[in-house]
């Protein structure tokens, strides 16, 4: 009887290894996908991947991970609804395997954060991102780059909510740490410009935002991991402040360059690229262009046309 038990164990043992083995694969082909930006694949993947993964138990940074990845590829395919009780999950589970002040809580914290700002429920964004900020300074200190990231985040999403004083020190902080730390990332740096632009356009004073911009886009500009989508939203940022203030031809320009960046980008910038047609018909207008500002209108509309198509 020892005998068999014995062989049972050994027989649990490997095919619990087994398991973890093809859960492994399952993750690393996701992940890869994900980074390839190949959403819908990258799900298939993964929702596998989760059905290895709640082998481990509801305690296991596997299974957090797991729900983690699976959010990200839902989110990246626009299903933000469908990701939410997937984030919220690898939160608790997080929170269980570590413990809820643990440093390891604070990513799955701010992800949650991070959709909901996309759901565009600031609200319940913020509290998740004053603990995120918490729980990454306990363990970064008080001048890191990970504390930088955190300070933006919730200085950010302060704006969002009309909480500017509140909001300004949290963004100066974030950009004094990225000017100051070294191996700070330039399009850290040019987040941290167009944040402080972002928060003096909510206080109207749009002349105050424009150098905070440009410095942003000349900063991606010159960066060498700057995309398309990166180039496409700095243009747009600083197109739209001097829409505000007046500047028309020089806001039509930067709309059209937004527009050929963003349509480089492909699907992803499917809806960056109907908001450049849109911004530069606007701006068209302004200058008595009709003709071409309806050209604009019609582009925005199947550029938004295709983009409601895919996330579906």
């Not at 087994?18 to 859960?23: I, R, S």
């Not at 530069?280 to 509309?301: G, P």
Request: a negative charge; hydrophobic letters at 45%; glycine letters at 8%.
């Amino acid at each position: 009887m020892r005998r068999l038990a014995i062989l049972a164990l050994v027989f649990a043992c490997s095919a619990a290894r087994a398991d973890e083995a093809a859960w492994e694969k399952l993750v690393e082909e996701g992940e890869k996908l994900l980074d390839e930006e190949q959403y819908a694949d990258a799900e298939g993947r993964l929702r596998a991947a989760l059905g290895e993964a709640e082998a481990f138990g509801d305690a296991d940074e596997r299974l957090a991970t797991t729900l983690t990845d699976l959010g990200d590829a839902l989110r990246g395919r626009r299903k933000l609804l469908e990701s939410e009780p997937f984030y919220k999950r690898a939160l608790a589970v997080s929170e269980k395997a570590f413990g809820a002040e643990d440093p390891a809580v604070a990513g799955p914290a701010a992800d949650l954060a991070d959709l909901y700002r996309d759901l565009n429920r600031p609200a319940q964004a913020e509290p998740l991102y004053r603990r995120a900020l918490k729980l990454v300074e306990t363990e970064d200190g008080a001048n890191g780059l990970e504390t930088a990231s955190a300070a933006a985040d919730l200085g950010s999403i302060l704006v969002e909510l009309g909480k500017l004083e509140d909001a300004q020190p949290l963004l100066d902080r974030a950009l004094r740490i990225r000017e100051s730390a070294a191996g700070a990332e330039p399009l850290d740096l040019a987040d941290s410009q167009t944040a402080l632009g972002d928060l003096q356009t909510a206080r109207g004073k749009h002349a105050d935002a424009e150098p905070r911009f440009r410095k942003a886009l000349e900063i991606v500009r010159k960066a060498r991991d700057a995309g398309p989508a990166d180039r496409g939203s700095a243009l747009a940022d600083l197109a739209e402040c001097l829409g505000r203030t007046g500047k028309h031809d020089e806001s039509e320009a930067l709309w059209e360059q937004a527009a050929g960046e963003w349509e480089k980008a492909g699907d992803e910038g499917l809806e960056g690229l109907a908001d450049a047609h849109a911004g530069r018909a606007a701006e068209l207008r302004a200058l008595k262009r009709e003709d071409e500002a309806a050209k604009e209108d019609a582009a925005a509309a199947e550029a938004e046309k295709k983009a409601a198509g895919l996330a579906r």
